[in-house]
């Protein structure tokens, strides 16, 4: 598997109403955020939740904020002023790293989280 498809993997393991970091899925795959970020930004994978994907300080780009809206109210992610509310909505690091390596197998930042 490409860093790409396991990028796709971990984003797809975000449930719903939750959100991640690209420093934490960076973290995850032993990698850094902006290879996460290029990644998703040349991705075109159908059905993929990528509004659950954000940075940081949980803003993402701004040509993207319009778009990820309707998903962050329908899935209940608190936001203002175009950066959702990451303290509260940040998935459980723990679990997300579980859940990808029963997908993906061991990763390299898995054991930071448990």
Known sequence: MSLSDDVVAVVRVVPSGCVVSYGDIAELLGTSP???GHA???LEVP???WWRVVRAD???ADHLIDSAVP???EEGIGFADGRVRIRRHRVDL???ADAAESLLGPLPGAG???
């Open 71 to 73: 998903h962050w109210l």
């Open 94 to 96: 723990a679990a997300l």
């Open 58 to 60: 949980g803003g993402m």
């Open 47 to 49: 059905d993929l939740p």
């Open 40 to 42: 998703m930004a040349t």
């Open 112 to 114: 930071d989280h448990q």
């Open 34 to 36: 902006r290879v996460i």
